[in-house]
């Protein structure tokens, strides 16, 4: 069952867990405990993948081979990625079981692994909540995608609860030339990472250079938490040249810590800002339910350099009027340290 591509409105279709179509290597050889996946830009799609002389040669079928080993029972997955460029269509993912790992990285370890969107618009990697199941995301060139990476939990309804997406890792990363730029005639970007109702994600020692928008350059944000996305850690990143606020923080989203991150003209209002969509006093809020202040994120330790000499607040709540539908909450928005 092939990995659909996966773009920002979300028409990927979602990596499933049937183990229907397999073929007799991922039935026979997803170990019980462990499982390796090789890329190689001269790979071929059509080899299973379980070496470096079988390599496969997309993203998609890469993952697809890592979730099917899964689903056959391996716990800790490694995609183990060649040195080169590889471009195509992003990939998306869901409900891997609990206690599974998935870990994409270069191989050998230090070597240069560039995925290029092509500028065909997009995401790189679209996450489903999943059954306990995991991600971590290390070491990767991500360029020419209108978002990354997108952590797209469910928001819930009247008639089905909100689930997360639990357990991501993206460490040592560069994103560059992501937004509206690398797909200039589709609609303005809001994420480089986006995180809806995400929970425990860490987010560490990643650089964010030239992100940017043809229109609305000020929507795009290098990282994007919001709806009930809690308890993230985001530390010791490099956000340079970019032309929304690098950190938005949206409704609900509490309790992260913003720690010892670098912002180098990297904002429109402030390297980090909070906002909610008030519908005490916009009648145009799309979500069905009220949003609310974000409360008790923790700031320590960023820096803040403006190229031009002027002076930059770290952070700024753009919507200070109080939702009148929201429980008021005595913890302020950001604990700064």
């Known amino acids: 069952m092939p ?21 007799a290597w991922q039935l026979a050889h997803a170990d019980a405990s462990a499982a390796r996946v090789f890329m190689s830009p ?34 800790s997955i490694s995609i183990e990625v060649g040195e080169g460029t590889y471009k195509g269509r992003g990939a998306s993912i869901a409900g891997l079981p609990a206690d599974t790992r998935i870990v994409i990285r270069p191989h050998p370890p230090g070597s240069k692994v560039v995925f290029d969107g092509g500028r065909k618009g997009g995401a790189w990697l679209l996450v489903r909540p999943s059954a306990g199941g995991g991600i971590s995301i290390r070491d990767l060139v991500i360029t020419n995608y209108v978002t990354a990476i997108s952590l797209a939990g469910s928001r819930g309804s009247p008639d089905e609860p909100a689930q997360p997406v639990e357990g991501v890792e993206i460490t040592g990363n560069h994103f560059t030339h992501i937004g509206q730029i690398a797909f200039p005639r589709g609609k303005p970007s809001t994420a480089v990472l986006r995180l809806v109702n995400a929970d425990k994600t860490r987010i560490v020692g990643n650089r964010f250079f030239d992100t940017g928008n043809v229109k609305s350059c000020e ?21 340079e040249k970019s032309c929304g606020d690098s950190i938005r923080i949206r409704d609900r989203s509490n309790h992260n810590v913003i720690r010892g991150n670098t912002f180098v003209d990297a904002w429109a209002a402030a390297p980090v800002s909070d906002w909610f969509c008030n519908n005490s006093l916009r009648k145009l809020c799309a979500n069905h339910r009220t949003e609310c202040p974000s409360v008790g994120n923790v700031l320590a330790g960023n820096k803040v350099v403006a190229g031009d000499g002027t002076k930059a607040e770290l952070v700024k709540s753009l919507e200070r009027q109080p939702n009148s539908q929201c429980t008021p909450d005595r913890a302020p928005n950001y604990i700064e340290q």
Not at 7 to 16: I, P, T, Y
Not at 219 to 239: G, K, M, P, R
């Open 3 to 23: 990995v659909a591509a996966a773009g920002l409105e979300l028409k990927a279709a979602r990596v499933a867990l049937v183990l229907i179509g397999l073929n």
């Open 42 to 75: 001269g790979g071929s799609d059509e080899e299973d993948g379980r070496a470096a002389a079988s390599a496969v040669q997309s993203w998609g079928r890469a993952l697809e081979i890592a979730v099917a080993a899964a689903g056959a029972g391996a716990k």
């Open 219 to 239: 929507l795009l944000h290098a990282i994007y938490v919001a709806h009930d996305s809690t308890e993230n850690l985001i530390e010791s990143n490099h956000f």
